[in-house]
């Protein structure tokens, strides 16, 4: 049931018009900050505002949602925005990621591939991928404009210099089509060989920085790197403890104040299926399928 | 065209409706040349309910609209003041423009959008006959491999191209039906 007094999925007409607009010359224009007039949400930036108004916009009545945070299904921030768009947009919602025509994800992205039919939005923090090197908007603008992009290609020597190799592990900068260098959002570096060649759509949403961008379906995006420093997509050289899984990007959990610790699939709804379908790990309980 | 004929003819239940009217936008937008179906819309003629559709989910007072001479005309402009407000204004100022091709032409009238704001450009939806049979082929962002299109013309959708980052982004409408082709996409002639 959705909440009567609101709008269907929360926003005015107005508003979800001017948010698809944006979109649309964001799909126009691969990596292209779109500004766009970010409205107040009812929670707190840096909760997925940006990523709530674009899944708002994009919302049918006959989608069936998922969200995750991190990986997860069930955790504060994926739980609270999946509950928001049920009572605001009455939508279906699945925690299984074949399932859902719309995911909406802080931090990752789902370890099954995505299909045609899905659409990916991304909660974006900072969407500028020079603001940390150059703080001016005014600046970064004219870098985009002018494809100035060595001051990136400085910071990651810079990373080699310092550490022997290119020390950023998240968030780490992309080219889209050979024109716009694009920050992917908090996303592991494990996750951006799946940026590139995406049969979904990929939407991304920054609230706070109010910029909307966007990568289409089968598009270009590389990863920077050196011809000596080639880009890797690292992840924690383990096995999930509880699937067993050698592929999947890894979160490790401390379990005791002895040292002891595990390590599990980020994406919860991959380890699950996984289990139920006999896999096991490390510390599977013993008996328990196999 | 009577006062009943201009308030009706949008949306029945607008947030609905114009979520799924929207969807077949991005969807077009995202994968450039595919056709999608778009619906809800029953505008005046010669104005398609794809057309109508597309102002309905994307036009409002905040977007000046440039009508060409083949749809400026008393009928369209009393039912696009009614149900979406928008301001009409000269090609230069235009964030959207409607039209059949020979009627939106010159195009070089219409922004493409500056080099720190190239999301500043029109947006043309052109009116066709028809979206089929394809005389060209598109490759490009948002296609797999190769993508059959019908497209008005061919040369001046290469020179587009050639802007990008700048340039226009096209949406074609006809009867029901809706494709799109952003600046990313290069046509060849089949």
Known sequence: MSEAAYNFAYLDEATKRMIRRALLKGLAIPGYQVPFASREMPMPYGWGT???????ACLTPEDCLKVIDQGADDTTNAVSIRKFFERTAGVATSEHTAAASVIQTRHRIPEQALTERQILVYQVPIPEPLRFLEPRESETRKMHALEEYGLMHVKLYEDIARHGAIATSYAYPVRVEGRYVMDPSPIPKFDNPKLGGMAAIQLFGAGREQRIYAVPPYTRVVSLDFEDHPFEASKAAHDCDLCGAAHSYLDEVITDDKGG????????????????????????????AA | MTQADILSGGFAEAPQQAARAFRACLEAMARPGRIQRIEGAHPPAPLSPAAGAVLLTL?????????????????????????????????????????????????SAFPIGTPQYPDRSTTLIVEMNALSPPNAVLTGPGIEDRQPA??????????????????????FTAGFEIAALPRTTEPEAL
Not at chain 2, 150 to 171: K, M, Q, T, Y
Request: charged share 20%.
């Open chain 1, 261 to 288: 610790r595990m390590f599990v699939c980020s994406d919860t709804d991959f380890c699950a299926m996984r289990r139920a379908e006999g896999h096991v790990g490390r510390l599977s309980p013993k008996g328990a």
């Open chain 2, 150 to 171: 019908r497209l008005p013309e061919i040369d001046s959708l290469i020179a587009n191209r050639e802007l990008f980052p700048l340039g226009h982004d096209f949406f």
């Open chain 2, 59 to 107: 036009v409002d007072s905040t977007t000046p609209l440039c009508l060409a001479p083949s749809h400026d005309l008393p009928a369209v402009r009393q039912w696009i003041a009614f149900h979406c407000g928008a301001p009409l204004a000269e090609p230069a100022q235009a964030v959207f423009a409607l039209g059949t091709w020979e009627a939106l032409q010159p195009l």
């Open chain 1, 50 to 56: 940006g990523g709530v108004q674009v899944t708002a």
